[in-house]
């Protein structure tokens, strides 16, 4: 290799030199600082290139793949509770953690998901007793002081990340999933999800998304609860249901 | 709200593909991103379009066998994408390229932060045809033979066009580089 082809190859490849070129770098001084000023202009290349990424963005990417996965197949016709819970242990777990760092509509996203981890939950027709109800909310540093109305099951969960009480009611339309996460921020807002319905609201410290075929049932539920938490926080919320 | 660290008994029950292409986000996205945006010129373009390029990812995971060729891979998708959703929006214009921070500020001179607002100033203003092959080659890590594929061309072109583009990089810089007079001589 001459100099003449040396500096062409190092004008347009200057990362990775091939064994001719680097012979030639090693017998010709000239060539040498000429590549070393080259990889000096690599350097501000770089950091010209280096444009800031956003914060969270592989988190954000997954959340987007997860989301799109869950909702085609929910998409191809299956009832929620009928589903293999096998392709969705990877997807919740896959959310522990980074969901905390999503916005709120999240929780919604996630709670879906985290129900057919329980393929069981809504097919439950027990009698928890306020008892029960209210040891698990103590777990969440959350006072229940009333009654929300009969509940048929209930589980301390994590969803993504945050902890929950993953509850079922059983209402004359059918069962109704209802989960609470304290320390969730909620802007009220009501979904569709391949023919789940959904609605997610802040109540007393936290936030309560509700998940069942068909919402008649929501409004009640949500005053109930409302009510269950304290006097105060019905008035507070209630313009929000 | 707090982010809680990823807790590892649970991710060791995700199922192999997500857990193979949960990693591959995490390798790859930071430069993906980067690759978007010098093509697209926007951040909330780039944002969207490096989503879409690993949901196609994600659907096409069964095509990846090597995932040396990773990179390669998610460079075709994105280009593909990039055609796709907003090439035929017209030339990309980068507005926002002097409200740029440097990503890595820390141990910057005032001068190199002054030459990379430059090289950055001059790299949006490269031609499409000057700046794709070099994004390939710095930012894609790809050989010239594997640039010459995706762009359909011949590694020869790609050899010049390389050159043509740190050439007008470094006349931005306002020298005009003993190579590139060298290489005018031929
Ligand atoms: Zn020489
Ligand atoms: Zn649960």
């Known amino acids: 290799m001459n100099c003449l082809e040396f500096r062409r190859t190092i004008a347009a490849l200057p990362r ?23 990889l000096v202009f690599e350097g501000s290349l770089d950091r010209a290139l280096a444009v800031p990424v956003p914060a969270q963005l592989a988190d954000q990417i997954l959340l987007h793949q997860i989301t799109a996965e869950r909702s085609q197949r929910l998409g191809r016709g299956h009832q929620l509770w009928r589903m293999a819970a096998g392709f969705t242990i990877g997807m919740g777990m896959a959310t522990v953690g980074w969901l905390a760092l999503a916005p709120s509509e999240s929780m919604a996203a996630m709670s879906v998901a985290h129900l057919v981890e ?31 109305g009969p509940i048929a099951y209930i589980r301390f969960c994590v969803i993504g990340g945050h902890n929950t009480a993953h509850m079922v009611m059983q209402r004359p339309s059918g069962a109704v999933t209802v989960i609470f996460a304290p320390g969730v921020v909620a802007a009220a807002h009501s979904f569709n999800d391949a023919g789940l319905r959904g609605r997610e609201l802040a109540v007393a410290n936290g936030s309560l998304v509700l998940l069942s075929a068909n919402d008649t049932e929501f409004d009640a539920i949500a005053v109930a609860f409302n009510q269950a938490f304290d006097t105060t926080v019905l008035h507070r919320n209630s313009a929000a249901i | 709200m707090k982010a809680k660290p990823l807790r590892p008994g649970l991710l060791a029950t995700m199922n192999p593909k997500q857990s193979q292409f949960d990693a591959l986000v995490r390798a790859t996205s930071a430069e993906l991103y980067r690759f978007g945006y010098w093509l697209c010129g926007n951040e909330a373009l780039a944002h969207d379009l490096v989503q879409e390029t690993y949901l196609r990812a994600w659907r096409s995971m ?43 500020f820390d141990g910057l001179s005032p001068d190199q932060a002054g030459e990379d607002s430059v090289v950055r100033r001059a790299i949006a203003a490269l031609d499409a045809k000057y700046r794709e092959p070099l994004l390939l080659q710095v930012l894609g890590g790809l050989t010239c033979e594997e640039i010459a594929s995706q762009l359909g061309s011949t590694p020869a072109a790609v050899m010049t066009q390389l050159f043509r583009a740190r050439q007008k990089l470094k006349a931005a810089l306002g020298g005009t580089g003993e190579e590139a007079k060298v290489y005018e001589l031929s």
């Open chain 1, 16 to 38: 990775a030199l091939d064994n001719a070129a680097r012979s030639h770098r090693e017998a010709c001084p000239r060539c040498a600082e000429a590549h070393a000023r080259a």
């Open chain 1, 118 to 148: 329980e393929p069981m939950a809504m097919a439950s027709h027990g009698a928890v007793s306020m008892d029960e109800v209210q040891a698990i909310f103590a777990r969440l540093n959350t006072r229940l002081p009333r009654s929300p």
């Open chain 2, 62 to 104: 069964d095509d990846l066998r090597d995932t040396k060729a990773a990179k390669a891979w998610l460079v075709t998708i994105l280009r593909r994408e990039h055609a796709r959703l907003y090439e035929r929006k017209g030339p990309t214009s980068f507005e926002q390229i002097d409200d740029l921070e440097i990503a890595d």
